[in-house]
């Protein structure tokens, strides 16, 4: 009953980024461990410290259109719908 009540006194915005969270959650449970390959580890060391597709092509030599194809497989690798979500998820993969 408790948490009705926290979640009874949420703002509309609040409880947005409270479902965002728990899907986010619930992605990651549900996710297999999916073994990443070295690059796929390289860029999303950079996503998960906020770097662009343009950043990172820089720093790895390689098109910003290979970045986005990587980062679009890690998107489906874990079930992330966002880049937010991806470095959230990666960064609890690391813990």
Do not use: F
């Amino acid at each position: 009953m408790e948490l009705q009540r926290l979640i009874d006194d949420l703002s509309v915005e609040e409880l947005t980024r409270l479902d965002d969270l728990i899907r986010g959650r619930l992605a990651a449970l549900a996710a297999p461990a999916v073994p990443l390959t070295a690059r796929q580890r390289e860029i999303a060391e950079l996503v998960v410290h906020g770097c662009t597709n343009a950043e990172i092509a820089q720093m790895l030599a390689i098109s910003a259109n290979a970045v986005k194809k990587h980062v679009s497989r890690l998107l489906e690798l874990l079930y992330a719908s966002n880049r937010t979500e991806l470095a959230g998820q990666l960064a609890r993969r690391a813990a």
